[in-house]
């Protein structure tokens, strides 16, 4: 811990000599003063549970995985200055100058600091990887990293207060359980920007005034729900959600063997159900079906395919590929992984073309209903729910049967 204090003091010393406006490390980064409290939004809130373990509050860090592959990374610093960090090997010149191993870039209060045409408040570290990948790390207020998310994940257009604040309460208590998932000693646990944990683009940037009074009314909203996280049996819930379920949720522990918790289970979603825009259908090319063959070792054709595990809601869970020389039962998830997860868009397959287990002489035509892993909250179906006039904590309550609320701050 000391050498790296040591180690961070020497970069910073280095970093304040080319950027102008850094900070000491190990100072608590400045937070966005907000207004407002609790609010139960005229419903009446589940009752608290007990015992909490890691807060919901405080500094959190981000490793801004987008950046990892950029050539070069545009920065805005405090001064509002742009710069622009090349590397070469382990080294970091910014324009043109000095070679740093690590720098930072702190915002100031009320204020932001850049990557790009993101915005972030709070700090970014930059290094570079063994592998010469960026590695960005976003130290930011958990409250405000929430925000980011839920403005990423549902915009702030004309949305519902009640949908951005099921997502807040889902997203913080996602992020809650990663972090104590993944607290190992005394190593501090980070989260992800896109796929792997949630969409985050760091602080909203509202482009015009009605986008702007939008964004107030989102901060509200998420900040009506400060510290608020669900619980199930004594611990956080890993509140998993996604953007449509076709008209049933997924059975989350089928989906997610790891999941702890039981309450994220199966259950109807009536505004999916009643749309068809959530279809997807899709030919995959006779080239994949080879490559799939091959690199399971099932020879040099896939003669056919067929679903072999189905969960609650019809979801497929495990698929047999047969070859012609051997057989392999896989993971749905995987086998989306292999063939593109935005063309394969879930599990819910409603036709299979030709009929699962039939011969692949034509190639194969999947289609199915709604987008993403299916499990807990659907957003689309919180948006519906919300227009109707659910709260937030009825929405929650219908996707998390049997989780209730806690104050984690
Ligand atoms: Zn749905």
Request: with cysteine; proline share 5%.
């Amino acid at each position: 811990m000391k050498r790296r204090n040591v180690q961070r003091l020497l970069a910073a010393a280095l970093v304040c000599a080319t950027l102008p406006g850094c900070r000491a490390p190990g100072a608590t980064p400045d937070t966005h003063s907000k207004s407002g409290s609790q609010s139960s939004g005229g419903e009446p809130q589940p009752s608290v549970a007990s015992a909490p373990r890691r807060r919901a509050g405080g500094p959190v860090t981000v490793r801004l995985a987008s950046f990892a592959q950029a050539s070069e990374l545009e920065l805005l610093d405090a001064q509002g200055r742009k710069r622009t960090a090349r590397r070469s090997g382990q080294r970091i010149a910014i324009d043109g100058q000095a070679a740093l191993e690590r720098f930072e870039l702190q915002a100031p209060a009320d204020g932001v600091v850049g990557i790009g045409t993101a915005r972030y408040s709070g700090e970014l570290a930059v290094s570079v990887e063994p592998d010469g990948a960026w590695r960005v790390e976003h130290r930011v207020d958990f409250e405000d990293y929430v925000l980011g998310v839920v403005a990423k994940e549902l915009g702030f257009g004309a949305t519902p207060p009640q949908a951005w604040r099921a997502q807040a309460i889902a997203s913080r208590s996602y992020a809650l359980a990663q972090l104590e998932q993944r607290s190992r000693g005394n190593t501090e646990p980070y989260l992800f920007d896109g796929v792997r944990d949630q969409a985050y683009g760091g602080a909203p940037q509202p482009r015009n005034a009605r986008e702007r009074e939008s964004l107030a009314q989102l901060r509200a909203a998420v900040e009506s729900t400060r510290g608020m996280v669900l619980e199930h049996d004594g611990a956080v819930v890993d509140a998993r959600y996604h953007s449509s379920c076709g008209g049933r949720t997924a059975d989350g522990r089928a989906v997610f063997p790891e999941l702890r918790s039981s309450c994220l289970s199966s259950v109807e979603c009536a505004p999916c159900a009643a749309s068809r825009e959530v279809l997807w259908s899709w030919t995959v090319p006779a080239q994949q079906l080879t490559q799939l063959a091959k690199k399971y070792e099932l020879g040099e054709r896939l003669v056919a395919l067929e679903p072999l595990k189905l969960d609650a809601s019809r979801r497929w869970i495990e698929v047999e590929l047969r070859g012609e020389r051997a057989n392999k039962t896989v993971r749905y998830e995987e086998l989306r992984r292999e063939l593109g997860r935005d063309k394969l868009r879930n599990a819910r397959i409603v036709e299979c073309w030709p009929k699962p287990g039939a011969k692949l002489d034509g190639g194969l035509r999947l289609s199915g209903a709604g987008n993403g892993h299916g499990a807990g909250l659907c957003q689309r179906g919180a948006l519906d729910y919300a227009r109707q006039g659910w709260s937030a904590e009825r929405i929650l309550g219908h996707y998390y049967a049997g989780a209730k609320l806690a104050d984690r701050r």
